[in-house]
């Protein structure tokens, strides 16, 4: 679900000091493009799975990364996205991020 080196390898990159700050960049805007999915028409949708696509595989978010990666092919084609399964998995990777990177973001 949560490729937990390369969050570790972006930490190392950005410096523990600055990596609060991008994960909660991170997290207030792949949240607002997740909170879209619903709502989105097939042309919004694609832009906002392409985008938290690569926003989510930067922080190491793989699953959502991948079913994003699936949701943007289908939006492509005309097909309806499985934007449930995506909630669902950016709800619990969220959750596991939050719990194990809590004391690293100041929280």
Same mark, same amino acid.
């Given at each position: 679900?949560?490729?937990?080196?390369?969050?570790?390898?972006?930490?190392?990159?950005?410096?523990?000091?600055? &990596?609060?700050? $991008?994960? =909660? %960049?991170?997290?207030?805007?792949?949240?607002? !493009?997740? #909170?879209? /999915?619903?709502?989105?028409?097939?042309?919004?949708?694609?832009?906002?799975?392409?985008?938290?696509?690569?926003?989510?595989?930067?922080?190491? &978010?793989?699953? $959502?990364? =991948? %079913?994003?990666?699936?949701?943007?092919?289908? !939006?492509? #084609?005309? /097909?309806?996205?499985?934007?449930?399964?995506?909630?669902?998995?950016?709800?619990?990777?969220?959750?596991?991020?939050?719990?194990?990177?809590?004391?690293?973001?100041?929280?």
């Amino acid at each position: 679900m949560i490729d937990w080196s390369r969050i570790e390898e972006l930490r190392e990159e950005v410096g523990p000091e600055d &990596f609060p700050e $991008v994960a =909660e %960049l991170f997290l207030e805007e792949a949240g607002a !493009a997740v #909170a879209r /999915l619903s709502g989105a028409g097939t042309g919004q949708l694609g832009e906002d799975l392409h985008f938290l696509k690569g926003a989510a595989l930067n922080l190491g &978010f793989a699953r $959502v990364g =991948e %079913l994003c990666a699936n949701g943007e092919e289908r !939006a492509r #084609a005309g /097909l309806p996205a499985e934007t449930g399964a995506i909630l669902a998995a950016w709800s619990e990777s969220r959750a596991a991020f939050l719990a194990r990177m809590a004391p690293a973001m100041g929280r």
